[in-house]
């Protein structure tokens, strides 16, 4: 059965980091794109960011550029979102999906509130 | 971007009879590779999006066949042939032949 299991998120303040985390399994990980799409709330959804099965190609949304760094360890089965510089707008439930099989299975998803 | 405009934003149907949605992108969602990457999810309150429809036309395993896919080009539709209680949520298209992956605004289906 496949599972997408995220973590990492919580409350911080305008300015601040955080990491989330998402740890995959049933299914062979290293060998699909996986994403991280937000959804604000009572909002739509967005992509945020995507990553390559080896990780050498990522790409952004614009308005994460610079500010947020996927990344995948596949020896863990598990892939990341480094979040710098957060703002209010950031706030959102962030979902981690298998890109690859084209988004055909996301987690449960982890909340980011940026607020002081 | 490829921007992806749903309609309508809001859809009452009375238990038993049909629904269509229509999304609409800004360009062609054609990909160089030939193929056509769109898809629909359905968004229960509280719960993560779940795919129901691939590449137009195609149903992910357990979605009812009352669910359809079709289109081409820059215009898409999701027909429910009959609507049932479990079918109530926010309904998105999206789009992955360019980068930014993007889905359209949602349509909420409701029984009325």
């Known amino acids: 059965e496949v599972q997408l299991v995220e973590s990492g998120g919580g409350l911080v303040q305008p300015g601040g980091s955080l990491r989330l985390s998402c740890s995959a399994s049933g299914f062979t990980f290293s060998i699909y794109w996986m994403s991280w799409v937000r959804q604000a709330p009572g909002k739509g959804l967005e992509c945020v960011a995507h990553?390559?099965?080896?990780?050498?190609?990522?790409y952004y949304l614009d308005s994460v550029k610079g500010r947020f760094t996927i990344s995948r360890d596949n020896a863990k089965n598990s892939v990341y979102l480094q979040m710098n510089s957060l703002r209010a707008e950031d706030t959102a439930v962030y979902y981690c999906a298998r890109e690859g099989g084209g988004y055909d299975f996301w987690g449960q998803g982890t909340l980011v509130t940026v607020s002081s | 971007d490829v921007v992806m405009t749903q309609s309508p934003l809001s859809l009452p149907v009375t238990l038993g009879q049909p629904a269509s949605i229509s999304c609409r992108s800004s360009?062609?969602?054609?990909?160089?590779?030939?193929?056509?990457?769109l898809s629909w999810f359905r968004q229960r309150p509280g719960q993560s999006p779940r795919r129901l429809i691939y590449n137009v036309s195609n149903r992910d395993s357990g979605v009812p066949d009352r669910f359809s896919g079709s289109g081409s080009g820059t215009d898409f539709t999701l027909k429910i042939s009959r609507v049932e209680a479990e079918d109530v949520g926010v309904y998105y298209c999206?789009?992955?032949?360019?980068?930014?992956?993007?889905f359209g605004g949602g349509t909420k289906v409701e029984i009325k």
């Open positions: 990553i390559q099965q080896p990780g050498s190609e990522k």
């Open positions: 999206m789009q992955r032949s360019h980068w930014p992956h993007t």
């Open positions: 360009q062609s969602l054609v990909n160089g590779d030939g193929n056509t990457y």
